[in-house]
């Protein structure tokens, strides 16, 4: 007596490929190897935190030079623009730029 065979309702299993849901020309492809990693093993949060005090920093330090200049250019060229324009808008300003306050 030989089992039934699986019934495909759908979702393709690990070892078939299905172009689009609800495709009915699901066949079994050969060739694909399938690995997997027993959820007892899997532990990708062990230690991050401790790890991350470490190496994290060592990253982010290294990255510095790449983005405080940009920031620095940023923040200067905001700064100056606010205090040009509160000057502009002041009675000074008015007055230099020969318009009436």
Known sequence: ?????????????????????GDSSIHKQRGV?????????????KAIFKHWIFHGYKRLAAQVPYWIVPFAIGYGTYAWAKQRYAWQNSKAGHIALGGSH
């Open 1 to 21: 007596m030989r089992p039934t065979a699986a019934r495909l309702d759908g979702m393709p299993g690990p070892k078939t490929f299905s172009p689009w849901w």
């Open 33 to 45: 190897i399938v690995y997997t990693v027993s959820p007892f093993r899997q532990r990708g949060s």
